[in-house]
């Protein structure tokens, strides 16, 4: 039997194992605001240390500490990082939920709960695949470092971030990641963003004396209506990254609608938010807006400002401020870590899994940050943020099997 074949069977005999322990977690609230995740790391470590698995629990924030779990294969080697992030978004109005949504049901070959599929799937994907290699050590050379951490919701500061800078195993020699990209594709890419706050200037006095006002809204309607033009800007992506997304493209709008690989590679500009006057009667004096732009890889956060900055020089009394700004970031397509885990949920699977980007930010980013390329594959999400969050049975056991064996065979390499 190869490791390969062990792997699997360990999986597959443990399977019951594996779902409980998903409910199990879910059932324990990380919900973030307020990210207190002690309870949930104060589970996983009893957890590991059952398992008789080597593990430190750093809290640099009081609540919010992070698990660094270390497994040695049979000689020295390269490093395998797993990522998994523990907080999960609110839980919301419980009683919209068709099951509780702390409850962790187990029904109908699906999990449910909030966290479910971001990323308490994935999360235990990792866990489980690290216990199992646990059980190979022999066959691998090197090592795994399994990272479990808090505030990733809220920026990863306390978290990932803090870990990178903090603890030197962290940074490995490649990232694995189970966020719930769904087991049809590998996400090697995430798209940037750029939110900024608008506001309009001008001067308030009664509606029906229109000559001695001057109305911030119009100004504001004037001004959005322009800020789109933000979506022609030049890009030049990576030749590597158009190739992939194109040989995705139907799969991709078949998934995620018409025109999602567009999308994909393209800005996109949404206004979000607005507010501004105080009665129908009344000039507004002042407008307030919010806008949300999206980066495709070969465009930069400082390229779309200057535009915006050039935009801004055709209107009189409108100011803005940066909110949150991330630059895209991607992984080569054809790097090792990216083919290997498409051959190894490929093989799971027995069909074909693409790669492509993501449009929403993970912790992926700070690892790209410092060099270290990542892939991301986890379960289909079904209701992610939204009430009856919900993954599949067959997905967690398709993302426990394929994170295992790609890092087995990496860690052969
Ligand atoms: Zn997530």
């Known amino acids: 039997m190869t490791g390969k074949e062990k792997l699997l069977e360990l999986i597959e005999e443990n399977k019951e194992k594996i779902i409980s322990f998903c409910s199990d977690i879910i059932k324990i609230s990380s919900e973030n605001p307020p990210g207190d995740t002690t309870r949930l790391v104060q589970f996983i470590g009893r957890y590991l240390h059952a398992e008789g698995l080597d593990y430190t629990v750093y809290a640099p924030q009081e609540k919010m500490p992070n698990i660094v779990g270390l497994l040695k294969g049979a000689a020295e080697g390269r490093r395998l990082v797993f990522n998994a992030h523990l907080d999960t978004y609110p839980c919301g109005d419980a009683s919209r939920w068709k099951y509780d949504p702390l409850s962790g049901m187990v029904a109908d070959g699906k999990i449910y709960g909030r966290g479910a599929s971001d990323m308490k799937g994935g999360c235990t994907a990792s866990i489980m695949a690290f216990t199992f290699l646990s059980k190979l050590t022999h066959l691998f050379n090197g090592e795994i470092v399994l990272t479990l951490v808090s505030d990733e919701e809220t920026g990863g500061k306390w978290g990932t971030v803090w870990l990178l800078d903090n603890v030197p195993m962290v940074s490995g020699d490649a990232m694995l990641n189970a966020e719930p990209t769904s087991t049809a594709q590998i996400s090697f890419a995430e798209k940037g963003r750029i939110f900024l706050e608008v506001i309009a200037k001008g001067i308030g006095a009664h509606g029906a004396y229109v000559h001695l006002g ?61 507010d501004g006057g105080l009665m129908v009667n009344m000039i507004p004096e002042k407008c307030r807006a919010e806008v949300d732009i999206r980066l495709p890889q070969g465009v930069t956060c400082r390229q779309v400002l200057e535009e915006i900055d050039q935009i801004l020089t055709r209107h009189q009394g409108i100011s803005y401020r940066v909110i949150q700004a991330m630059e895209p970031n991607y992984t080569p397509p054809d790097h090792e870590i990216c083919l290997l885990l498409q051959k190894n949920a490929e093989f799971v699977r027995k069909t074909r899994v693409i790669l492509n980007s993501g449009i929403g930010g993970s912790d992926a980013k700070h690892f790209r940050q410092r060099g270290i390329p990542c892939a991301l594959y986890g379960p289909t999400s079904y209701n992610m943020a939204g009430t009856d969050e919900h993954i599949t049975v067959e997905d967690l056991l398709t993302t426990t099997k394929s994170h295992a064996l790609t890092s087995l065979e990496y860690l052969q390499g």
């Open 214 to 274: 001057d109305n911030a809204i119009k100004k504001m309607m004037r001004f959005l209506s322009d800020i789109e033009h933000v979506v022609d800007l030049d890009i030049s992506a990576p030749g590597d990254v158009t190739r992939v997304l194109e040989e995705g493209r139907q799969i991709v709008d078949k998934m995620k609608g018409a025109g999602a690989t567009d999308v994909l590679m393209g800005i996109t500009c949404n206004i979000g938010k607005i």
